[in-house]
T-cell receptor
Framework: SQTIHQWPATLVQPVGSPLSLECTVE??????LYWYRQAAGRGLQLLFY??????ISSEVPQNLSASRPQDRQFILSSKKLLLSDSGFYLC????????????FGPGTRLTVL | DAKTTQPTSMDCAEGRAANLPCNHS???????VYWYRQIHSQGPQYIIH???NNETNEMASLIITEDRKSSTLILPHATLRDTAVYYC??????????FGKGTRLHILP
């Protein structure tokens, strides 16, 4: 069966510090991978998605970046965090864009102080 | 632009059917209606999807109007564990899933 992992589960970082969130998927090959952010009291915002190794599509311009160094690994990064980067970050995978279901990870709650 | 309109919140008594409406008046012929839900502090969970016909699975039923401009998600016997934000999403086959604000459903004991 397929599983999706995210770490860390929670993170508190000062403004201006770097960020690295990791997501890995097990039990499937060549998944589509997604990063979402959910700010407090708001809906889910799609940040990045990837259809393959090294292929990243950005949905929203910002100070975040994503990378996919391996087939089942998706990393969300920032060189300098802003207060507005606080939120709940979710990684998801799907078989393809046209597949009906996306599977979400447990999320990382990031607080920038 | 939002493709769907949902009430901000709804209440439902435990054991009763919860009927969650969604308007998607601009839906195009090749776009599907999807429903996800998000329990507090968890990732969203897929519930059901449909194109034209009504659909039912072990979690819920989806009723789509004949003109496809609106739909209703039905949870037949709501329990406290069904308290969540429910997202109605319209997307084409190869489009990305874009979440709106959803409906916050409160199941009352």
């Amino acid at each position: 069966s397929q599983t999706i992992h995210q770490w860390p589960a929670t993170l508190v970082q000062p403004v201006g510090s770097p960020l690295s969130l990791e997501c890995t998927v097990e039990g499937t090959s060549n998944p589509n991978l997604y990063w979402y952010r959910q700010a407090a009291g708001r809906g889910l915002q799609l940040l990045f998605y990837s259809v393959g190794i090294g292929q990243i599509s950005s949905e929203v311009p910002q100070n975040l970046s994503a990378s996919r160094p391996q087939d089942r690994q998706f990393i969300l990064s920032s060189k300098k965090l802003l207060l507005s980067d606080s939120g709940f970050y979710l990684c998801a995978w799907s078989v393809s864009l046209s597949y009906n279901e996306q599977f979400f990870g447990p999320g990382t709650r990031l607080t920038v102080l | 632009d939002a493709k769907t309109t949902q009430p901000t919140s709804m209440d439902c008594a435990e054991g009763r059917a919860a009927n969650l409406p969604c308007n998607h008046s601009t839906i195009s012929g090749n776009e599907y209606v999807y429903w996800y839900r998000q329990i507090h502090s968890q990732g969203p969970q897929y519930i059901i999807h449909g194109l034209k016909n009504n659909e039912t699975n072990e979690m819920a039923s989806l009723i789509i109007t004949e003109d496809r401009k609106s739909s209703t998600l039905i949870l037949p016997h709501a329990t406290l564990r069904d308290t969540a934000v429910y997202y109605c999403i319209v997307k084409g086959r190869d489009d990305k899933i874009i979440f709106g604000k959803g409906t916050r459903l409160h199941i009352l004991p």
